[in-house]
């Protein structure tokens, strides 16, 4: 899927498909008899990206808040913000951390990685 995060219409385009990979079950809102069958209640789940993806998914769920069905509102994604950068100081001082304390072996130096990370 080629679409552009920072567009309103393509960001909910890309919310929309990943929609269709949330668990769901049929809404309190399906009436078979009105022929209104095709709403659906979905499990909240996260969708990680930067701030600006967040802020445009959170927007074009507000776009689509006003929605009957819930489908449509979005409702089933979750956007959270991962800060890539900063994990990956993190793990940067981490390893600076664990440096000093091992020997020039290089085994050892990756089985103190493995022991911090993995505590």
């Keep these: ?42 499990a909240t789940t996260l969708v990680g990206g930067d701030y600006l993806s967040v802020a445009r ?25 991962e800060d890539w950068h900063a994990k990956v100081c993190f793990m940067e001082v981490c390893a600076d951390q664990c440096r000093p304390r091992c020997s020039s072996n290089s085994g050892s130096y990756s089985r103190e990685i493995q022991i911090l990370f993995y505590r």
């Design 57 to 81: 998914a959170r927007g074009s769920q507000l776009i689509r808040f006003t929605s009957e069905l819930e489908k449509h509102t979005l409702n089933g994604i979750l956007p959270v913000a």
């Design 1 to 42: 899927m080629f679409k552009n995060e920072i567009a309103y219409d393509d960001m909910t385009d890309i919310l929309e498909h990943y929609q269709n990979y949330i668990p769901s079950v049929p809404s309190e809102k399906d009436i078979p008899e009105a022929g209104i069958t095709e709403d659906r209640h979905f």
